[in-house]
């Protein structure tokens, strides 16, 4: 009974909080329009029964997401957005990683502390803090006239680059920490094998040291792009009104045009889209938890 128990609390869990809002909002997605009908009124009439209740449905609002082609530039902007974002958070993410599992082991809590401190403080100020950075008066260009870089400030934010910024900034622990795990577990005499066999450094770091940390890697990149691909407050606050990202056209069509039937459709299809990483992001745990047994 005690084993019944254990096992049935998580799926309860995942019943309440992810199947059962899914399904309602699916439900509102095969709906009619209907303009500032607000989601949390029944989805469900117990009088007019199950037949009624599924003739009512139609995939026109899926259909309309076809029709419309700022939904599919906004799904190609968000997916290609997310992609760079996650190539720039490798490329900055691994030498962080790299640096922490080399250094004295007196000092690898304290990097590691530095690497979560941000945590400690709210995103959204975070996201802000960086609108002060980046704007055409903020501390980057004062510094850089201050240099002599540049003789006119620069233009960041609102702009792409300003929202690679945020997201690289924002989801860098979360690619460090898994290479960083993986690194650390690494035996440093391999490397100093193959360098006996005639590697040089740098061919012994390509040939045994990026090879062992893969699923450091692959873990990295995909908690990386599943936040990236539906990013909301980043491209609102720092990318301005030019960066079209799928988040954005979410809110607007939940919170701005009120039609709840066309934003579960949105939100079903990213859902979708997402389940691909998830699942291979779930093979590769799987897989590195059978290495590890």
Do not use: H
């Amino acid at each position: 009974m005690r084993r019944f128990l254990l096992i049935a609390v998580p799926y309860l869990w995942l019943l309440a909080l992810f199947l059962v809002p899914f399904f309602i909002v699916l439900k509102i997605s095969l709906s009619d329009t209907a303009l500032m009908r607000p989601p949390y009124l029944p989805q469900f009439d117990w009088a007019t029964g199950i037949r009624a209740f599924v003739k009512d449905l139609d995939f026109e609002n899926f259909w309309f997401l076809t029709t419309d082609a700022l939904y599919w530039k906004a799904y190609l902007s968000s997916l290609r957005i997310a992609l760079i974002s996650t190539v720039l958070t490798l490329l900055a993410g691994y030498p962080i990683a790299y640096a922490m599992a080399r250094a004295p082991e007196e000092w690898r809590p304290t990097l590691m502390m530095l690497i979560i401190l941000p945590f400690w403080t709210s995103f959204l100020i975070r996201v802000y803090a960086w609108m002060g950075i980046l704007s055409n008066e903020g501390f980057l260009n004062q510094f850089l006239l201050w240099t002599g870089i540049i003789s006119e400030p620069l233009t960041i934010l609102n702009t792409s680059t300003a929202v690679y910024i945020g997201i690289v900034y924002t989801y860098l622990p979360f690619m460090v920490l898994p290479i960083y795990a993986a690194l650390e577990r690494m035996d440093e005499s391999l490397n100093e094998a193959a360098e006996d066999l005639g590697c040089s450094r740098l061919s012994a770091f390509w040939l045994v040291t990026v090879p062992l940390s893969r699923n450091g890697i692959i873990a990295g990149s995909f908690l990386v792009f599943i936040p990236a691909l539906g990013e909301f407050v980043i491209p609102s606050l720092l990318g301005g009104s030019g960066t079209l990202m799928i988040g954005k056209v979410l809110w607007e069509e939940f919170f701005s045009n009120r039609d709840w039937p066309v934003a579960s459709a949105v939100a079903v299809v990213l859902l979708l889209i997402l389940i691909v990483p998830i699942v291979l992001f779930q093979r590769n745990q799987q897989k590195q938890a059978e290495a590890d047994q």
